[in-house]
């Protein structure tokens, strides 16, 4: 079974500037995709930015980007220019490709708290 | 923008009384999923089905809890009876066949079990 691990409950970053979260993920497939998902206050799940595992190039969306280093098992969020709407629960997420036959498994959460 | 719509988005029920959860997918995706999120156990995967069948649903409790699509349009996920140790978030969420695309939650129904 996959495992995700997020060992940050919580973060916080002041506002405008750059904040990392980490991600590791344990598994025996080489085809799979991975996920940021963000959770506001409004308890919506919000499709942040994804990942193949077969590319080798980072992900990007606009302010946010990812490091994704397949032999370590590493898939860290990198959000640029820290805006007060950046407040979440942020969840790593992970599922096997091949059609989908297995639903998103997910971290932990990280607690991203913007000061302003 | 496409959404995936869940009902109710809160619901305060009696233990033992049965709770019904519905589900209305993105038009035109073919997998659903539902998961459960609470504090201690965050986001577990209850079941999930593929053009309207079930694929797994190994995460549910059977004995109480149980999951269908009546048609492409709705999905329902069914507690009875329910117990306080229910209490959670019950999510949906929709997408298509692989998982290039991730997949779009609904709001999510807050269940309070007392």
């Known amino acids: 079974a996959q495992t995700v691990t997020q060992s940050q409950p919580e973060m916080s970053v002041q506002e405008a500037e750059t904040v990392t979260l980490s991600c590791t993920y344990d598994t025996s497939e080489s085809d799979y995709y991975l996920f940021w998902y963000k959770q506001p206050p409004s308890r919506q799940m919000i499709l942040v930015i994804r990942q193949e595992a077969y590319k080798q190039q980072n992900a990007t969306e606009n302010r946010f980007s990812v490091n994704f280093q397949k032999a370590a098992k590493s898939f860290s969020l990198k959000i640029s220019d820290s805006q007060l709407g950046d407040a979440a629960m942020y969840f790593c997420?992970?599922?096997?490709?091949?059609?989908?036959?297995?639903?998103?498994?997910f971290g932990k959460g990280t607690h991203l708290i913007i000061q302003p | 923008d496409a959404r995936v719509t869940q009902t109710p988005r809160h619901k305060v029920t009696e233990m033992g009384q049965e709770v019904t959860m519905r589900c209305q997918p993105i038009l035109g995706h073919n997998t659903v999923f539902w998961y459960r999120q609470t504090m201690m156990q965050g986001l577990e995967l209850l079941a999930y089905?593929?053009?309207?069948?079930?694929?797994?649903d190994s995460g549910m409790p059977k004995d109480r809890f149980s999951a269908e699509m009546p048609d492409a349009t709705l999905a329902t996920l069914k507690i009875q009876p329910s117990e306080p140790r229910d209490s959670a978030v019950y999510f949906c969420a929709s997408g298509l066949g692989g998982a290039v695309h991730g997949y779009t939650f609904g709001s999510g129904t807050r269940l309070t079990v007392v």
């Open positions: 089905f593929r053009n309207r069948a079930p694929l797994d």
């Open positions: 997420a992970f599922v096997n490709s091949g059609g989908g036959a297995d639903g998103l498994t």
